[in-house]
C-alpha cells in the first residue's frame, strides 16, 4: 500500500526557515512526481511546489507565491522528498501535504490536486511572532 509521511512542520517567526520532509513506502518511489500542497484554516488546498520523477529529469515547478523563497528537492535512494522554506510569511501557514502523481502527468498539470492519488496526512506550519 503506498503512504506517504510528511514532517517537519513547526512554529517559525517571520523571515525564519523550516524544512519539511515527505517519505514514501509501498511503491517505487523515484517513478513518480512528488508534489507540495498546502491548506490554510477556512481555505481551498493550495498548489506549492512539484518535482518530476526521474523520467522527467526531476523538472520542478513553483507557485508564484513562493517562488525564488522555497525550493523543492528529492534524494530518491532515500524515497524522501523535500520543501526547504525560507523567508516565511504570516500567510504561509497551513498544513502541508505531499502527494505523489503518475510520471506520465506533465509538470504543467502539476498544480492540479485530482492528478494525485496518494496523499499524506499533513504537517502543520505556523509563521507567527
Known amino acids: 500500500q503506498p503512504q506517504l509521511k510528511e514532517s517537519g512542520g513547526g512554529l517559525v517567526q517571520p523571515g525564519g526557515s523550516l524544512s519539511l520532509s515527505c517519505e514514501g513506502s509501498?511503491?517505487?518511489?523515484?517513478?513518480?512526481?512528488i508534489g507540495w500542497f498546502r491548506q490554510a484554516p477556512g481555505k481551498e488546498r493550495e498548489y506549492v511546489a512539484s518535482?518530476?520523477?526521474?523520467?522527467?529529469?526531476?523538472?520542478?515547478n513553483y507557485a508564484t507565491s513562493v517562488k525564488g523563497r522555497f525550493t523543492i528537492s528529492r534524494d530518491n535512494y532515500k524515497k524522501t522528498a523535500y520543501l526547504q522554506m525560507n523567508n516565511l510569511r504570516p500567510e504561509d501557514t497551513g498544513v502541508y501535504y505531499c502527494?505523489?502523481?503518475?510520471?506520465?502527468?506533465?509538470?504543467?498539470?502539476?498544480?492540479?490536486?485530482?492528478?494525485?492519488?496518494?496523499w499524506g496526512q499533513g504537517t502543520q506550519v505556523t509563521v507567527s511572532e
Open positions: 509501498g511503491f517505487a518511489f523515484e517513478f513518480f512526481n
Open positions: 518535482m518530476a520523477s526521474v523520467r522527467g529529469d526531476g523538472a520542478t
Open positions: 502527494a505523489r502523481s503518475d510520471r506520465t502527468v506533465p509538470q504543467n498539470m502539476a498544480d492540479l490536486p485530482d492528478k494525485y492519488d496518494h
